[in-house]
């Protein structure tokens, strides 16, 4: 299907209605829109949120033999899970290795970034061992410096990741980053050849079928309106009717309501935004993108692209523009001028897909998994690095909800903050954001 909207117009702002503005991945795997289990009155155990959080934990207590029903408020599947850029890496991004000692010393810092090399380690031994179709490769990661300060910014921290935690990383001068970028807007940048990517629909739909045949029941368009809970156990409020659980796994991220104040205090929904482009020809593909690596850059707002896996197709995002109307040509186009400020020849490529999704953010920017006060177990707070980090928190939450020793994390006594104005951060993202755009495009 052509759109005949081209990067081009879409930059200038101009958007047509033939735009797919589902996300790319559900071509090849859209989201159930029937087939669910029915909600019983009573279970084990109830997950709430059927992403891959809710899904690796369902996967995990299912074949410890609990009775596991997974209920999410739309389609499972329908939130960030498959809307994300498929980019998968340690977990370690948010955080310089050195501000993470500052933060925490540097005993803890180390157990935090070999946990982060553990998640990348674990997606992929699930995809192999589950025997998952969904495009997994260790196709590293190139991150481009903006400015030249942040190039040697960068190389102070890549030394330090393969100090303290062993990650193959390596810096590529600007004299030398064509061999990985077929552009010109970076100072060089960072490769951590064993990052990864992934088709996140097809690896959802494959858990899915795993979490199925596992023997768990899983309920779409089921929303939950609360949480009461007692000693005894938990009672989830659906619409006309309740259910009581044993034990209650809270994985709803940016998603995240009606499920107790305790969470809607501490996590702030962001939203993410990203297109995808129609085909790109062979030789102007592989002049921009000569390895199909992942890429992101050094900005406070950054974006992050990679090519579709098995075709000439650049799937691109960033954060929202939270001043446009939401799904408007408006909150769009900032990603088509991104994308051709760095391969200025695509103008002419068009855009087939156009779609935003929500990311949970934290105040103190570490996800969390644990136990609220009330004994509701939770996992959750991605902040934007979550598809390796919630499939390795959904079996962690789940082994800590068994007893299993092997449920260890060194995120669990990190404490979960909240915020005394924690009813307005969702406001103020747009002036924090702008605030950061500013200042980065002010250093050029």
Known sequence: MTTGVTLGRLARGRIGSDIETAPFWWEAAPPPEGGFDPVPRKVDVAIVGAGFTGLSAALTLARAGRGVLVVDAGRPGFGASTRNGGQVGSGNQKF???????????????????????????????????????????????????RPEHYESMARDMADLRRYAGVDAEMVPRREQGREIGSDRFHGGSLLPDDASIDPGRYHAGLLARVREAGAAVAGCAPVRDIVSDRDGHTLRFDGFDLRARDVVVATNGYTRDVGGYFSKRITPIVSSQIATGPVPQAALAAATPRRRVYGNSNRVFFYFRTAPGQN???????????ARRGSASSFRHLARDLLQTFPGLGDVEVSHAWSGLIGYTFDEFPHLGRSPDGVHYAMGYCGTGVSRSSHFGRKIALQLLGDPDGRSAFNDLGFPSHPFHFAARRAVPAIEAWYRIRDAAAF
Not at 120 to 140: H, K, P, Q, W, Y
Not at 313 to 323: E, F, L, M, Q, S
């Open 313 to 323: 197709r650049i799937i691109w995002g960033g954060r929202a523009n939270h001043v």
């Open 96 to 146: 310089r290795v050195r501000t993470l000692i500052d933060m925490k010393g540097e005993r803890k810092a180390v157990e935090l970034l070999r946990e982060g090399v553990e998640m990348l380690d674990g997606i992929e031994r699930l995809v192999r061992t589950e025997g998952i179709d969904c495009a997994f490769e260790r196709c590293g990661r190139f991150r481009g410096a903006m």
